[in-house]
């Protein structure tokens, strides 16, 4: 149709089998193969490495044109027995990519055959995931791999009192904060995927080609037993929710609840946690609370009304939406690749600015780059690849989210709970103070601090 939009350029999302390896990788002794050419795997290495700033690997089944025409099966299976031999793992998690997907391989049923020829690989959970990249996104993925993984491992079995929690596509440090405020909650807690160690580890003297750290296959199986779920995920669809599917076999109640970014939000989430855990507050996140209120009211003269362009995930922008609407500033346009009830989610999360946001959904940054000069943005807030838009629109870009490739230290940004709140306040008023002092024609002022 002359005049309409009918390509992307550029989508404001990343490849859907990578957001499974990203899960996979929360799992104890686990390893992706990735089912489709090597180009697909080695794509998806360099991103997560670079983000992370730590050594992937993702098998391949190193696909050819041959194999386009006849099939993958003989690969698909060997590729399995050479990762299965190289690296022994506890779960094998098998993504399909476009190219498998569209000559239409049957892989759970190549897996099947498979284990049928080499009985010794039962020792082995194969997990496959169907991830068809030309729908969905990173977050499809990685949210699928997390139902399938629970499909495959949960079995039913004792009443522990346990809490599974399902927090979503999150920073390493955001997990490793997650824990100490269930453990705080005294909340033994289940957490899937948890890449707190695998995805941000340390420096020991050796080298493991799987990381140490990741919730076991047993612990995921016990999830069953638990008192109930929490699953930072508002966006995806009911098909996606590991939360859901815990409910509807084993009858674990679960309750989906928004990332815990913004003061809102926490409060729903300590609230939340408080009610199910039966036990009140900790003292400590109490005065976490009051600490970030004080430095809101503190901030509140560098943000109010400054207009900020957020992209990202669909839950990561939603959470961030609440946190910018509560600090004062003004969402100009809130976008993302995917997230089935983003738009809905984000008008309710910025009921009580004055102007609602622009909401693009399945976007691309040729679009977010034109709405944002539209609405004279004064910030963008987004990965890494927002950065030519920063550049021609000559607004700072206050890099959170993924991929964060040209900075260090992203899998140790801080979002959730009110400390992470507290960091983003810092970064975020900084941020615009560090733009107003560069542009002032005398330089730093006392004055205007
Ligand atoms: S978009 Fe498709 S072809 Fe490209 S890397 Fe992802 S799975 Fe492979």
């Known amino acids: 149709m002359a005049g309409s939009y009918v390509s992307t350029t550029n989508p404001c999302r990343m490849c859907r089998p990578m957001g499974a390896c990203l899960a996979f990788r929360g799992i104890e002794n686990a390893i992706v193969l990735l089912h489709g050419s090597q180009g697909c795997s080695t794509y998806m290495r360099r991103y997560i490495s670079s983000h992370f700033n730590e050594p992937v690997d993702i098998a391949s089944s190193s696909l050819s044109e041959k194999n386009a025409v006849y099939g993958g099966e003989a690969n698909l299976k060997q590729g399995i027995r050479n ?64 139902v399938a993984i629970i499909d495959k491992l949960a079995s039913p079995g004792e009443k522990t009192g346990a809490i599974n929690l399902f927090p979503g596509f999150v920073s390493p440090a955001d997990v490793r904060h997650l824990k100490e405020i269930m453990a705080d909650f005294e909340a033994p807690a289940l957490v899937l995927p948890d890449f707190s160690r695998t995805l941000d ?19 995921v199986a016990g999830m069953t037993g638990s008192a109930f779920s929490i699953e930072f995920n508002v966006t995806g669809p009911a098909g996606q929710s590991a939360a859901r599917l815990l409910e509807k076999k084993y009858d674990v109640y679960g309750e989906r609840l928004p990332l815990p970014i913004g003061i809102r ?31 809101m009211v503190d901030a509140h003269k560098y943000l109010l009304g400054k207009k900020a362009v957020v992209y990202g995930d669909a839950d990561f922008v939603l ?55 539209q609405a004279g943005a004064e910030l963008l807030i987004g990965s890494s690849k927002g950065n030519h838009i920063a550049r021609e629109l000559d607004i700072p870009l206050l890099r959170l989210g993924f991929p964060i490739h040209d900075r260090i230290g992203a899998q140790r940004i801080l979002h959730v709970g009110y400390r992470g709140a507290m960091n983003l306040l810092d970064l975020l008023t900084n941020t615009l103070i560090a733009r107003e002092q560069e542009t002032l024609a005398g330089g730093y002022g006392y004055s205007y601090m």
């Open 83 to 146: 990762v299965a031999a190289r690296y022994s793992p506890a779960v094998l998690g098998v993504a399909t990519t476009c190219l498998t997907e569209t000559i239409g391989d049957d892989v759970p049923r190549i897996i099947a055959s498979l284990l049928k020829e080499e009985p010794a690989l039962k020792d082995t959970a194969i997990i496959p995931v169907s991830t068809p990249s030309y729908s969905g996104s990173h977050m499809d993925g990685f949210n699928d791999a997390c």
């Open 201 to 219: 580890g340390g420096l020991n003297g050796s080298y493991s080609r799987l990381p140490a750290g990741g919730v076991s296959a047993e612990a």
């Open 265 to 295: 939000n926490c409060d729903q989430f300590f609230q939340t946690l408080g009610d199910m855990a039966l036990r009140p507050v900790p003292g400590k996140y109490q005065e976490e609370r009051a600490r970030l209120l004080d430095a």
């Open 319 to 373: 959470g961030l939406t609440s946190f910018l609407t509560d600090v004062g500033i003004s969402v100009a346009v809130a976008a993302s690749g995917g997230g089935e009830e983003f738009q809905d989610r984000i008008r309710e999360a910025a009921a009580a600015a004055e102007t609602p946001p622009v909401v693009l959904t399945e976007t691309d940054f040729d679009e977010i780059g034109a709405q944002a000069r």
